[in-house]
């Protein structure tokens, strides 16, 4: 069975840096499928952060918020969110969904959730 380990998050003020890693136990992994990073910010709803698709390589690709970048290491089973220029509206839960080729074929799989908080 997959599992997910989150990690890299933290308090930040505001105009800086964080990169979040999202990584695979279990499961005889082989390689992503597919990587997609969501955000629960206080008072809402569970909203789409940013994702790369399925890819054979490391494949980094800008996020629609064009300030978030999704990237994936198949030989270190990470996946990766880099936040950049961070502002208070960031602060929230993020969580990683993945989808990954294992010996029993596609598997997927939530993290349990990070806490990053943008504040002066």
């Known amino acids: 069975q997959v599992q997910l380990v989150e990690s890299g998050g933290g308090w930040v003020q505001p105009g800086e840096s964080l990169r979040l890693s999202c990584s695979v136990s279990g499961g005889s992994f082989f390689n992503f499928v597919s990587v997609v990073w969501y955000r629960q910010t206080p008072g809402n709803q569970r909203e789409f952060v940013a994702k790369?698709?399925?890819?054979?390589?490391?494949d980094s690709k800008a996020s629609d918020l064009g300030r978030f970048t999704v990237s994936e290491n198949n030989a270190e089973k990470t996946a990766y969110l880099a936040m950049n220029n961070l502002q208070p509206a960031d602060t929230g839960v993020y969580y990683c969904?993945?989808?990954?080729?294992?010996?029993?074929?596609?598997?997927?799989?939530w993290g349990s959730g990070i806490q990053v908080t943008v504040s002066s």
């Open positions: 790369t698709p399925a890819s054979s390589a490391a």
């Open positions: 969904n993945v989808q990954v080729l294992t010996l029993r074929g596609v598997q997927s799989a």
